[in-house]
């Protein structure tokens, strides 16, 4: 069993920084393309961004580009998100998500996850003053 879980969720001020950890058990980690997704109060999911298996390129949504870095820790097991200069429209539930199948080292599936996608639990960020 593949398994997902993320952690560092919380409260930020505008401007402010977060970093959300997903540490990806049970699986060769460190080959699977791994993204993050968000979903706000009453707004469809979206795809925030993702990195490749082997530590290849790393795509992101245009609405997260220049402040958000998805990086890769094999020795933790564990992506992270840096979430720099956070608005209040960042604010939602974040999930990391794998995508087991054929290209499930790339992200050329991201953000269309199929439903044999594997999803953490999420974490909530909320960015207000």
């Known amino acids: 069993q593949v398994q997902l879980v993320e952690s560092g969720g919380g409260s930020v001020q505008p401007g402010g920084s977060l970093r959300l950890s997903c540490l990806a058990s049970?699986?060769?980690?460190?080959?699977?393309?791994i993204a993050w997704f968000r979903q706000a109060p009453g707004k469809e999911r979206e795809g925030v961004g993702c990195?490749?298996?082997?530590?290849?390129?790393?795509d992101y949504a245009d609405s997260v580009k220049g402040r958000f870095t998805i990086s890769r820790d094999v020795a933790k097991k564990t992506v992270y998100l840096q979430m720099n200069s956070l608005k209040p429209e960042d604010t939602g539930a974040y999930y990391c998500?794998?995508?087991?199948?054929?290209?499930?080292?790339?992200?050329?599936?991201?953000?269309?996850?199929?439903?044999?996608?594997?999803w953490g639990q999420g974490t909530q960020v909320s960015v207000s003053s």
């Open positions: 998500a794998a995508n087991p199948g054929y290209h499930y080292h790339s992200c050329s599936w991201f953000p269309e996850i199929s439903a044999g996608g594997v």
């Open positions: 990195i490749g298996g082997s530590n290849g390129p790393a």
């Open positions: 049970a699986m060769p980690m460190e080959y699977y393309a």
